[in-house]
Nanobody, 119 residues
Framework: QVQLAESGGGLVQPGGSLRLSCAAS????????MNWYRQAPGNERELVAS???????TYADAVKGRFIISRDNAKNTVYLQMNSLKPEDTAVYYC?????????????WGQGTQVTVSS
């Protein structure tokens, strides 16, 4: 069973918006903080946003003020609302648990969802 399934990506013009979803088929979802990451071709994976078990968000400077992370524990789902998108936001976006145990395991990652910002 796929543990993390990202969706919602696509092609959008600069200044547009997308809403990404991460469906987490994992036990005890409520006890994990969750992160969104992104990786562009040739670049290392970077942390975009985090949300604690209690719903407190943090953001990378590059997306602060434009992106909003949220979670719905009843649905085992994490969201990333992406506004005012820029071409440099183009990347494959992934979610994962905010735990090194899972970040360091290749099998814990989903397939990601492609976000392309272009005119």
């Amino acid at each position: 069973q796929v543990q993390l399934a990202e969706s919602g990506g696509g092609l959008v013009q600069p200044g547009g918006s997308l809403r990404l979803s991460c469906a987490a088929s994992i036990s005890m979802f409520n006890i994990y903080g969750m992160n969104w990451y992104r990786q562009a071709p040739g670049n290392e994976r970077e942390l975009v946003a985090s949300i604690t078990t209690g719903g407190t968000p943090t953001y990378a400077d590059a997306v602060k003020g434009r992106f909003i992370i949220s979670r719905d524990n009843a649905k085992n789902t994490v969201y990333l609302q992406m506004n005012s998108l820029k071409p440099e936001d183009t990347a494959v976006y992934y979610c994962n648990r905010d735990s090194q145990i899972y970040v360091l395991k290749d099998s814990s990652w989903g397939q990601g969802t492609q976000v392309t910002v272009s005119s």
